[in-house]
């Protein structure tokens, strides 16, 4: 094979011109989906940590009964069970997020959306919830009921 | 013609050479044979679109994004604005006949192997519109801020999180935060209102380019026929009449549905009530809905949740992917692993529906 070197020297060239092309082309397009990715990214927004609220009076809360308490912006299930004691859990479901339900017919913490059921302790007892709800302190303040984290 | 019509028509002509196109479509033939019937699907689906574009420009002149406007909103376009409850009852109602017609346009393409070759792509843009019209159900289903849109929503978000790595950035993204709150309700909005109509159309405009290019496929029992022998009509003005004929049909189907079944629109949204007994997703969700009820906690080493998303996620790219392994279909010959790889599914679908509408 005869050599071309004018040739050779062209397609050394072409090929570095190729690939100044197509590397500035990746450039120009990360410059176009890195700006838009982040900006689709919520900021983190710094809330107010809640520590504790309270709940209300132990006169507002029927034996046998479970009522949703606002805990910052998470729902927090306050129980008064058949004896008068409270228990508070996480309201949030731990399989998929929905808010359960205190159900006296089944003495049972219940989550309407794939039927998981929950003991009085929190405990995942039936159904798809893979761990128990997490729990919180209740403390009595003379008439007051108070909820903290645990 | 009339006379002024047909002036029009030779204006236009002169300079946009319409009397080709028209050649065209009269050279284009339909083939006519005991499945004809399917054919029909594809193009009613495309008018259904057609409907949820028009109602949708409308509830937009009402519609506010927001979560302590979207509920009151549309309780205003239900009970002050005139015909309000008709709109959107009509773009309630159309949303899940065109997710029907869709499923069956689908199904009747898959069954009949019109995605062989040389329909590879015509499928794969028509899964994808299907896939954003599953989108376009799943957004559109929160906007009215209702408790049963919302449970769906975190439900179905909170899905999404469960997948490995990528999940927890997907499900922030999707919900614009760690909760659904008014931030998904805009993002939602966005998305139903701008993105996806756009993309659809788009999707629109190749999948009908091409069929149009190509024609209806034969199907494989007619292959062997000589040209003569197969039965035809011609796409115009013949088939475009009988499409015409049945989109008034389903407009009336609609226009019933609408009136006698008008859409409910529930109680608005509380983060602080508890999920409502009887929750349920939207019909086309019901079957995976009902088979997460049954998977254990645990498979084996992993999530439940995840063995389901791994086995839909699966499946669903088997399905997408068939004109890719399906080789004997494109040379002529029958391949019963597509039929019974698709039997299976639908069987799957149907019962798994049945059972969670019922329980
Ligand atoms: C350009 C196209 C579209 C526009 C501008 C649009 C706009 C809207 C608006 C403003 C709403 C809120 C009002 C309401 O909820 O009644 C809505 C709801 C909805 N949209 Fe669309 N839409 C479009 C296409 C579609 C398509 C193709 C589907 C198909 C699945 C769909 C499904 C729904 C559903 C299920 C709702 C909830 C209905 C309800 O419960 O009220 N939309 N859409
Ligand atoms: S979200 Fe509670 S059981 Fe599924």
Redesign the pocket.
């Known amino acids: 094979m005869v050599e071309h070197p004018a040739r050779e020297t062209q397609k050394d060239k072409r090929d570095f011109l190729k690939l100044i092309l197509v590397g500035s082309s990746f450039a120009w397009l990360a410059s176009i989906i890195y700006p838009v990715i982040s900006y689709l990214k919520p900021p983190k927004q710094s809330e107010v940590v809640v520590k504790s609220v309270k709940a209300g009076k132990i006169s507002d809360f029927a034996n046998d009964s479970g009522t949703i308490i606002k805990f910052g912006s998470k729902p927090v299930l306050l129980i008064r069970n058949a004896n008068g004691e409270f228990k508070a859990f996480s309201a949030t479901c731990t399989h998929l997020d929905c808010t359960v339900q205190y159900r006296n017919d089944f003495g049972l913490i219940w989550c309407a959306c794939h039927n998981g059921k929950y003991d009085l302790n929190g405990r995942n007892v039936s159904g798809p919830p893979p761990r128990p709800l997490e729990a919180f302190v209740v403390t009595l303040q003379g008439d007051d009921i108070l909820i903290h984290k645990s | 013609m009339n006379k002024f019509s047909s002036r029009v028509y030779q204006w236009m002509d002169e300079r946009f050479h319409l009397s080709d196109a028209i050649d065209f479509m009269k050279k284009k033939y339909v083939p006519v044979h005991r499945h004809s019937v399917w054919y029909y699907f594809g193009g009613v689906s495309l008018f259904l679109?057609i409907i949820?574009?028009v109602t949708?420009?409308l509830?937009?002149m009402y519609?506010k994004s927001g979560e302590d406007q979207a509920f009151e909103s549309?309780h205003f376009?239900m009970s002050k604005v005139q015909f309000g409850w008709l709109i959107?009852s009509i773009?309630?109602w159309a949303?899940?006949l065109?997710?029907l017609a869709a499923m069956i346009h689908m199904f009747s393409v898959y069954f009949e192997r019109a995605y062989r070759k040389p329909r590879e792509l015509t499928w794969f843009t028509g899964m994808l519109m299907f896939f954003v019209?599953l989108t376009?159900?799943f957004s559109?289903?929160l906007?009215?801020w209702n408790e049963l849109?919302y449970f769906a929503t975190k439900v179905g978000t909170d899905i999404a999180g469960v997948i490995p790595i990528i999940g927890e950035p997907m499900l922030y993204f999707l919900r614009g935060g760690e909760d659904v709150t008014g931030a998904t309700l805009s993002r939602f909005f966005g998305l139903?209102?701008a993105v996806?109509?756009a993309v659809?159309t788009v999707l629109l405009g190749v999948h009908l380019l091409f069929v149009q290019i190509q024609g209806m496929s034969t199907p494989l029992h007619m292959q062997h026929l000589e040209e003569h022998e197969i039965k035809k009509m011609p796409f115009f003005p013949n088939f475009v009449l009988r499409d015409l004929l049945l989109w008034l049909i389903v407009l009336n189907i609609l226009a019933i549905l609408a009136v006698y079944f008008p859409?409910e629109?529930g109680r608005k949204a509380d983060p602080f009530m508890p999920a409502p007994a009887g929750i349920k997703p939207?019909w086309y969700f019901l079957f995976m809905f009902q088979t997460l009820k049954y998977i254990p906690g645990h498979v084996l080493f992993i999530d439940g949740e995840l063995f389901g998303i791994l086995m839909f996620g699966l499946g669903g790219l088997l399905w997408t992917m068939v004109p890719i392994w399906d080789r004997k279909s494109a040379e002529g010959k029958r391949n019963k692993t597509v039929t019974y790889f698709g039997l299976l599914i639908v069987i799957f679908i149907i019962t798994l529906t049945i059972v969670g509408w019922l329980v």
């Open positions: 679109f949820q574009v949708g420009i509830l937009l519609y549309i376009i959107r773009h309630s949303a899940n065109f997710i019209g376009f159900g559109g289903y906007l009215p849109a139903h209102v996806l109509p659809f859409w629109l939207e």
